[in-house]
């Protein structure tokens, strides 16, 4: 009976006996009878090997020790198992790692003679792959491999490698002072190219500040350019507007001068209603009077007739001389009545004509003067219909109140001037050539508040 055997995966187990080429269990499990059959287990884990070589001369004949570190295993292939099982089988641990090592020593020997001692200090990675190289052919034919090799430490007992790192501490040094005096030259030199650079970007700076000036003297000659003709155009406008205004005033006046005349066709209409009405109580009225009586005492006359006929023949006579003599005085009255209606007005239209034709200028005069006041009110009477006014300056500078007064007064002022325009009548003058008139007019002056006025002739 069979004896059921399992092995893990960091050995193998090797079943021999039975007549048969010996079985490579890995990781697994296996029959194995006591009889038949023999089991011996043969480790697969990574064994650490000590690789020293001491005094060992190189290729110059300098010698040196060097001290490395070898990982080695037996392969996983079941060939190089079956291998490493004819080798190391039966032997203990330490016998199986020495055979390695020594193999290892030797062949680190051999590669440490050709090479020199700058090269294995310099390159230990290139001195290791020499020595996995040389040696991995050796291991596989013992069914081991190289996991890793690496050298640890090299020393130099003569002082060798100490004569190399003080000639590389002397080189080093000369290299620093080299590289401080180049590092002080380009830095130098770096220098004078940083204040030539700040030099030039201060020249650029001063360029652009003096670019940026004269952008802002053309651009504030063109805004003091756009200002003055705003001014110029404000200036004109305000002109314009002055203009205007004095033709409105203009207007105003003329309106003023359509209005007195209006009022003096009024006062002629009036006067030649109250020469009607005149005409009319002295003349009209006294024919109608008249006429009355004589239709009265016309039809006394007739009823009379009329009572006293004895016959119809004779009434109707009478009744008909009585009518036609009705109707010859009603006549006649009326036609007195338009005659001295026409003879009244012709008259006064006479007498108007007259007293224009003997005044002239005078009569003119006179109505003007006699609409001054109005003209005065018509001015004054915007103002009364102001709630308030609100006037700056005042005291010695002729402003304020007083300077609105002296305007009201320039106003009715240019009255005479207007009339003259119009009419080509000088009144001024013509008051001045009054009889009479001529010493006020020498002491009044033209502004006063209280005009002298001239005597009013009879028309």
Known sequence: ?????????????IRSGGGEEPKVVVGGRTIVVP???????????????????????????VAVSVDGVAQVKVARSEEAIRTAAQQFLGKTEIEVMDVPLQTLEGHQRAILGTLTVEEIYSDREKFASQVRTVASPDLAGMGMEIVSFTIRDIKDPGGYLDALGI????????????????????????????????????????????????????????????????????????????????????????????????????????????????LEATIRKPAEAE?????????????????????????????G??????????????????????????????LKAAAWKEYGEAAV???????LPAVAEAVAQPLARTDRIVMFGGGDGGGGISKLTQDVTRTVAQVPEVIESLTGIDIVGSIKNIPGLESTTRTSEPGDDEAQQPEQPQA
């Open 167 to 278: 000639r590389r501490t002397a080189e080093v040094r000369r290299d620093a002072t080299i590289g401080q005096a180049e590092a002080e030259r380009d830095a130098g030199i770096r220098s004078a190219e940083a204040k030539r650079a700040q030099q030039a970007a201060t020249y650029e700076a001063e360029t652009k500040i003096a670019e940026s000036e004269r952008s802002f003297n053309v651009q504030k000659a063109a805004y003091d350019q756009e200002v003055n003709a705003r001014q110029a155009e404000a200036q004109l406008a305000d002109e314009l507007q002055r203009a205007k205004t004095m033709q409105e005033i203009r207007r105003e006046e003329v309106e003023i001068e359509v209005v007195e005349r209006a009022k003096q066709i009024e006062l002629q209409e009036q006067e030649i209603q109250r020469r009607e009405r005149e």
């Open 291 to 319: 006429r009355y009586r004589l239709e009265t005492i016309a039809e006394g006359d007739r009823n009379a007739v009329v009572a006293t006929a004895t016959g119809e023949a004779e009434s109707t006579r009478r009744q």
């Open 35 to 61: 009889i038949f059959h023999r089991s011996q287990r043969l480790p697969l884990s990574v064994m650490t090997l000590h690789v020293k070589t001491e005094n060992v001369y190189t290729g110059e004949g």
């Open 365 to 371: 005069i006179q109505q003007v003067l006699e609409t």
């Open 1 to 13: 009976m069979g004896i059921i055997q399992t092995v893990g995966p960091n050995e193998a187990l």
């Open 321 to 350: 001389e009585a009518q036609a003599d009705v109707i010859r005085l009603t006549g006649q009255a009326e036609a007195e009545a338009i005659e001295a209606k026409g003879a009244a007005e012709a008259a006064a239209m006479q």
